[in-house]
């Protein structure tokens, strides 16, 4: 009988120690983004329900396409600039001058919430004619990419004006449908 351990044996041993450890590594280093991830979609949920709130306040202004507003998502990650024609004080306040102010305000949120964010908003369209109460809202941001699983590409609803565009990082969306 032999008493101890060869050689080969510790090496062995060794060997499926080391890939034990990296794959609970692997493991720990997801668990600890997920919270991160689920943060920014709460957030982007919170943005999407803030704005359709300002958009029912101002449902005239909506109706009249007063929202109808380019997108803001370009994949920076910069500040977007604020432009005094933005700003909406009262009595000179008016439905034109309210949603350029609420979709100003929408823009700086997204970007200093969500990384790279932003959002486009599009109405309803019936028989060609823009709906008045009906309209689609994304929220857009960039994540980290962690794992396959996390595809954005196989697993969100991103508009195709922005996910045939900005293809490499692709965008992570939250898709809202609204009616006033």
Same mark, same amino acid.
């Given at each position: &009988? ?22 609970? %590594? #692997? ?6 983004? #997920?919270?991160?991830?689920?943060? !920014? ?6 943005? #999407? ?14 109706? %009249? ?6 997108? %803001? ?16 004080? !009262?009595?000179? /306040?008016?439905?034109?001058? &309210? ?20 959002? @486009? &908003? ?15 809202? @994304?929220?857009? @941001? ?5 794992? #396959? ?8 609803? /991103? ?13 992570? /969306? ?7």
């Amino acid at each position: &009988m032999q008493a101890g351990f060869s050689l080969v044996e510790v090496l062995v041993a060794i060997l499926l120690l080391s890939l034990g450890i990296l794959t609970l %590594s #692997a493991t720990l280093s997801f668990a600890t983004q #997920a919270p991160k991830l689920s943060a !920014y979609r709460a957030a982007a949920v919170n943005l #999407a329900s803030g704005y359709v709130e300002r958009m029912r306040a101002n449902a005239e202004g909506f109706a %009249s396409g007063a929202y109808d507003q380019p997108g %803001s998502y370009d994949g920076l990650r910069s500040p977007p600039a604020v432009v005094p024609s933005d700003s909406c004080a !009262y009595p000179d /306040c008016n439905m034109v001058s &309210m949603a350029s102010m609420d979709f100003a305000e929408l823009r700086i949120a997204v970007r200093a919430e969500l990384p790279a964010g932003g959002a @486009w &908003m599009l109405r309803d369209k019936q028989g060609g004619i823009a709906s008045g109460t009906d309209g689609n809202l @994304w929220i857009v @941001w960039q994540e980290p990419s962690i794992q #396959a699983l996390l595809n954005p590409t196989t697993s969100d609803n /991103c508009p195709t004006e922005i996910s045939s565009v900005f293809s490499a990082p692709a965008p992570r /969306c939250l898709y809202v449908r609204f009616r006033l």
